[in-house]
């Protein structure tokens, strides 16, 4: 490779970085960039490796949920759910030590190293509601909206604690981050509905 090639290539994924922030090493291949290039960049401090295969500026700005933008560029598929989006809504003060992420029922479980991630697989019908498109370090992440993660916390009680269900229903309704007709609505649409409204009830009804 000619070093006007090498020089070319380094400004298009310097280029690359800056539009999409975390970059994977296959999105570097899709531009033409090699993955030659790429190691001669880190080596060079010109990029810093976030985990294997995924890039990033090193004066890239850092952000509180960086571990979520690692895992949604990781999993490109993915999208952070349960107590992750919780804990993104600003609706608890629990930080899962690993981030939890949905996939369909027939996708590839992901093997990823960093960041620790959970997985909970999802139909087709209930991986694609609720989803909401968020910025996070640059890159655009999808999380389960509120609603929808109030009701696949229910759905997900005996894996994630009943407690943490009621505080997402709780801090939800308090904050009005969603209304009770939201809720019904995405927990009817996950058969949890029976479950979930004598709480929504019992909140509701104290307002």
């Not at 070093?3 to 975390?22: C, H, K, N, P, Y």
């Not at 999105?27 to 401090?45: K, N």
């Not at 930080?95 to 996708?107: L, Q």
């Amino acid at each position: 490779m000619s070093d006007s090639e090498i020089f070319t290539q380094r400004a298009q994924a310097l280029a690359l970085l800056r539009r999409r922030g975390m970059t994977r090493l296959a999105e570097f291949s899709e531009a033409g960039i090699t993955a030659t290039t790429v190691g001669r960049m880190e080596r060079a401090g010109e990029v810093v490796r976030l985990a294997r295969g995924l890039y990033q500026l090193p004066d890239a700005k850092l952000d509180p949920q960086q571990s979520l933008a690692e895992a949604a560029r990781l999993v490109p598929r993915g999208i952070i759910c349960l107590a992750s989006a919780l804990a993104f809504h600003g609706l608890t003060d629990q930080m899962p030590p690993k981030v939890w992420i949905a996939i369909g029922r027939k996708d590839w479980r992901p093997r990823v190293s960093y960041p620790p991630i959970r997985v909970a697989r999802f139909s087709d019908e209930l991986l694609h509601r609720g989803v909401e498109h968020k910025k996070i370090a640059g890159t655009t992440v999808p999380v389960f909206g509120v609603a929808k993660t109030v009701a696949d916390l229910f759905r997900y009680r005996r894996t994630v604690g009943d407690a943490l269900a009621l505080e997402g229903l709780r801090q939800a309704l308090r904050r009005r981050k969603a209304t009770p007709a939201e809720i019904a609505r995405e927990a009817k649409a996950a058969g949890v509905w029976a479950g979930i409204e004598p709480y929504v009830m019992a909140l509701t009804g104290d307002a």
